[in-house]
């Protein structure tokens, strides 16, 4: 009789998002039911590598990119230099680093003094754009089940 599967590997399909950037990258892993299952800010020398080692870890059936800061260039390379083949959806970004911080601070509630100030005085203490790959995964599922009229 095999092990049961780890809560970390589904056995249903994860969509990967990805926030392409010229210096660093945001990148998440999410099961269709939502559950976070991997979150990380990346080098983007270094994104092509931690995509592919994602798809030895996770059954990802596609990927969700914004479609600003050169993601016409970032799909083309995913493309050209992902060994396994990865379908790429690309969802509107506007408004997405915004709306981060927004949820940096509802993933992680400030302690001590810090939750005295209004959040708008708060600065974030690391890059947010793995929050951004996980609301362009929410934004692509919102896409799914509230298509434009």
């Not at 798809?55 to 995913?78: C, E, H, R, Y």
């Not at 005295?116 to 754009?129: C, F, G, N, T």
Request: proline letters at 9%; aromatic letters at 6%; glycine letters at 4%.
């Amino acid at each position: 009789m095999g092990s049961a599967p780890s809560p970390l590997t589904p056995q249903q399909p994860v969509i990967l998002g990805f926030d392409p950037g010229r210096q660093k990258c945001g990148i998440a892993v999410m099961a269709l039911d939502r559950r976070l299952l991997f979150q990380q800010v990346v080098s983007a020398e270094t994104a092509i590598a931690t995509i592919d080692a994602l798809q030895q870890q996770f059954p990802i059936s596609l990927m969700v990119m914004g479609n600003q800061t050169s993601a016409k260039q970032w799909k083309q390379k995913v493309v050209d230099e992902l060994p396994t083949s990865l379908r790429v959806v690309m969802v509107d970004e506007r408004y997405s680093t915004l709306q981060a911080r927004d949820r940096y601070w509802t993933m992680y509630p400030p302690k001590g003094i810090g939750r005295l100030l209004p959040q708008k005085l708060r600065s974030i203490p690391r890059p947010i754009d793995d929050i951004v790959a996980i609301l362009l995964i929410e934004r692509y599922f919102d896409q799914l089940t509230d298509p434009p009229s």
